[in-house]
């Protein structure tokens, strides 16, 4: 529920495992420069490619603004 995770009274004692995918703050003008993200490693190695990879695509009128909201 919200940021929160519910087990109801009956399941206590039980055993769970939970999954999730990380999901990073935004960047402000106020977010520090050594603002660490809970980002896997591998994960951020690839964003740069990623976002040069959006130069490639085939529609030659771009709306740039995408690119400044990264």
């Known amino acids: ?3 929160k995770l519910y087990i109801p009274a ?3 004692g039980c055993e769970f495992r939970v999954d ?18 809970e980002v896997p490693e591998d994960a951020a190695q690839c964003l740069p490619y ?7 695509l085939p529609d030659l ?8 909201a990264m």
């Open 1 to 3: 529920m919200g940021k």
């Open 10 to 12: 009956s399941d206590e």
């Open 20 to 37: 999730y995918f990380a999901v990073p703050a935004s960047i402000t003008k106020d977010t520090p420069d050594d603002y660490e993200f």
């Open 50 to 56: 990623w976002v040069c990879a959006q130069n490639l």
């Open 61 to 68: 009128v771009m709306d740039y603004s995408v690119y400044l």
